[in-house]
């Protein structure tokens, strides 16, 4: 059973930075593919990046691409998602997810463990 807690949201201002946490719980963080997804009031949840166990691969949506970036510690049992030139159209809850699959695709899967979800809010 691995837990996933997601801190580091909050209301920030268009233009600005925030990085998200998500820790999880027990010893096998490494043998888990994370990741992020967001899901804006009345949309529904769509996906945001992606790492691989070792962190060697990311994956990300088109549009986040170059914006967001997804990083993963190991030794920390927790995955990070820098998050730099915010829009309001960012704001969204976040929820980090793990799966044994590392999927190389933008799709919303069934992933094994979810998070409860931190809300971003940019305003313009």
């Known amino acids: 059973q691995v837990q996933l807690v997601e801190s580091g949201g909050g209301l920030v201002q268009a233009g600005g930075s925030l990085r998200l946490s998500c820790a999880a719980s027990g010893r096998t963080f490494s043998t888990y593919a994370m990741y992020w997804l967001r899901q804006a009031p009345g949309q529904e949840r769509e996906f945001v990046a992606s790492?691989?166990?070792?962190?060697?691969?990311?994956y990300y949506a088109d549009s986040v691409k170059g914006q967001f970036t997804i990083s993963r510690d190991n030794a920390k049992n927790t995955v990070y998602l820098q998050m730099n030139a915010l829009k309001p159209e960012d704001t969204a809850i976040y929820y980090c997810a793990a799966d044994a699959a590392y999927y190389t695709d933008r799709d919303v899967h069934v992933y094994d463990y979810w998070g409860q979800g931190t809300q971003v809010t940019v305003s313009s």
């Open positions: 790492i691989s166990w070792s962190g060697g691969s990311t």
